[in-house]
């Protein structure tokens, strides 16, 4: 005659941390939003470096044929394509800057600097563009731990409490608080490490998208002086 075998609840489950209170759901639902957020903001991130890379593919696409730099810029840059392009913004704001160098702010700035400074604000508000958010991924790598640390430091409190109150460390007492504290250390560590890898690996692109950026604006910056100069 076959055993009969009985399905035991594991105590170790996600169950569990819903069964221990207020406090512990709370932190559960924060360490959820902290991840998902973590996520989001990573791959939203990822869409936005790939669209700025192919915008400047497209201006080093069209630079080797010579005919970028070569030609009229306004004519050029109005051919980006991109509702929000960033590259055909930056030259813009350099044209504009050039086209309003007059009057009595041609005796305090020179034409490079006065243009140099519209060029600057352009690449900056780039770049502050790609930092946006960011700050939540290193937050969260940074206390994500502690938060689960916190709930591990509850479990183990409340099962201290049963086995006090049990007067014997019995298991059917602690099972759900032990359990409890070992799935918080998990939760927090599965919120935090994914968020510090993607903010070093965001950095990373934003660093070298930057720096294909300002030597945009360089040459923005180039075109226009000698230009303007030309004209005078």
Known sequence: MAAETTAVENPYGLS??????PVSQTIFVILAIMSMLTWFI????????RRLKKQYAEIQKEAQKGS?????LRDNVSKLKGKDN?????????????EHHEGHLADQLALHEWITLSLQRAVDSV??????????LATTGSIAPFV??????????????SISAAGQASLEKTAGPIGEALLMTAIGLFAALPAVFFYNVL????????????FFASGVHSYLVSTTRGKK
């Open 16 to 21: 569990t941390i819903w069964e221990q209170g």
């Open 42 to 49: 990573t791959i939203t991130k990822w869409f936005e470096q």
């Open 68 to 72: 970028f730099w070569s030609g009229n």
């Open 86 to 98: 960033a590259y055909r913004m930056i030259a813009e704001e350099g044209l504009r800057a050039a």
């Open 127 to 136: 770049g502050n563009r790609l930092t946006s958010a960011l700050w939540f």
């Open 148 to 161: 689960g640390l916190l709930g591990t430091v509850l479990g183990i409190y409340k099962a201290l409490i």
């Open 203 to 214: 950095i990373r692109v934003n660093k070298d998208i930057m720096e294909k950026t300002r």
